[in-house]
């Protein structure tokens, strides 16, 4: 099941890629990510807070995600002429801080949006199959 969301996401993705093209600014592709998401029928959360829970106490982090779909796959979305290890170590973060199985970085200022994305998966996504298993 999560295999196959990510797979529509990315295809929702290229489309808005193929539309709109590279170079524009991130907050546009994200806009026009959730409009298709949407239209799907995807439950889309966007630019939500991210609280860091450490003992008793759960802390401001600042932290915003671009995209949490259908509660199981965080996106993140990138205009940048590389991506960095930064980009990918801000998605692993979130995804640890949420306890969300996958998170795909896509960057949207590329030529080809499927070379120049990346999915990630931690230690959440084995528990989700195992669930889904049983």
Do not use: W
Not at 34 to 62: A, C, H, R, T
């Amino acid at each position: 099941m999560i295999t196959r969301l990510s797979y529509e996401i990315m295809g929702f993705a290229i489309e808005v890629h193929k539309e709109l093209g590279p170079g524009l600014l991130e907050s546009i592709y994200e806009k026009c990510l959730i409009f298709e998401l949407n239209k799907n029928g995807f439950n889309v959360v966007n630019q939500l807070s991210i609280p860091i829970k450490y003992k008793e106490i759960e802390l401001d982090s600042n932290f915003r995600l671009d995209l949490l779909v259908n509660d199981l796959i965080i996106v993140e979305i990138k205009s940048v002429v590389q991506l960095l290890p930064i980009h990918q170590a801000q998605l692993l973060t979130y995804m640890k801080l949420l306890k969300k199985p996958q998170g795909l970085l896509l960057n949207f200022n590329s030529t080809n949006l499927s070379k120049e994305s990346v999915p990630l998966i931690n230690e959440y996504f084995n528990e989700y199959n195992l669930k889904q298993n049983n």
